[in-house]
């Protein structure tokens, strides 16, 4: 053999080791992990939004720290939100607050969670305020449960229970079972 050939077949078998070296390195790696969390379609900070019914009165006013929509679901996160809900006739009369919430426009459902808070906004309304861990109001029907703990304050007593039923263009309000109550006399 002449130094010619010897050089191709070492020029080859230098190719080939070098090949097989990539390959199984590649081979060796870690596969790519691609994340299938949902990323929101936009996010916004320090939101105020005014949502209204088909009459043209105003239904919701709702803000939040930092809010989330993701249009797949048609479900929007909340940070620290606050509900203004406007039953039937049109006035403010409940303020609702959070820790965290979702609106899913498709089902017509806010869901509050941890450290609830439901406050009467005219000072003469029997009752004060509600709070609980967790309630879910349907946007549509104006009607807001809940099966947790629920507390309630009203002029001249305090109540507790554990499930909400209330409905507020009716203007009624139930706790469900295990009802304790304590009433001041004047």
């Given at each position: 053999?002449?130094?010619?050939?010897?050089?191709?077949?070492?020029?080859?078998?230098a190719a080939i080791v070098l090949y097989?070296?990539?390959?199984?390195?590649?081979?060796?790696?870690?596969?790519?992990?691609?994340?299938?969390?949902?990323?929101?379609?936009?996010?916004?900070?320090?939101?105020?939004?005014?949502?209204?019914?088909?009459?043209?009165?105003?239904?919701?006013?709702?803000?939040?720290?930092?809010?989330?929509?993701?249009?797949?679901?048609?479900?929007?996160?909340?940070?620290?939100?606050?509900?203004?809900?406007?039953?039937?006739?049109?006035?403010?009369?409940?303020?609702?607050?959070?820790?965290?919430?979702?609106?899913?426009?498709?089902?017509?459902?806010?869901?509050?969670?941890?450290?609830?808070?439901?406050?009467?906004?005219?000072?003469?309304?029997?009752?004060?305020?509600?709070?609980?861990?967790?309630?879910?109001?349907?946007?549509?029907?104006?009607?807001?449960?809940?099966?947790?703990?629920?507390?309630?304050?009203?002029?001249?007593?305090?109540?507790?229970?554990?499930?909400?039923?209330?409905?507020?263009?009716?203007?009624?309000?139930?706790?469900?079972?295990?009802?304790?109550?304590?009433?001041?006399?004047?």
């Amino acid at each position: 053999m002449n130094r010619v050939t010897l050089a191709i077949i070492a020029f080859f078998a230098a190719a080939i080791v070098l090949y097989w070296q990539v390959q199984t390195k590649r081979n060796n790696e870690q596969p790519t992990v691609v994340s299938t969390e949902a990323q929101p379609d936009y996010v916004a900070d320090n939101l105020k939004s005014v949502s209204f019914d088909e009459n043209g009165k105003i239904a919701t006013r709702v803000s939040a720290t930092h809010m989330e929509h993701f249009a797949d679901t048609d479900t929007t996160v909340f940070e620290q939100p606050i509900y203004h809900i406007y039953p039937d006739n049109g006035d403010a009369q409940w303020k609702m607050s959070a820790e965290q919430g979702q609106l899913n426009r498709t089902q017509h459902k806010v869901v509050l969670q941890n450290n609830v808070m439901i406050d009467a906004i005219t000072p003469d309304d029997p009752i004060r305020s509600l709070t609980t861990q967790y309630l879910e109001l349907d946007v549509s029907t104006m009607i807001m449960t809940s099966q947790e703990q629920v507390f309630m304050k009203g002029s001249g007593f305090h109540a507790s229970g554990i499930g909400l039923y209330a409905d507020l263009n009716a203007q009624q309000l139930k706790l469900l079972s295990d009802i304790k109550g304590t009433y001041e006399s004047k």
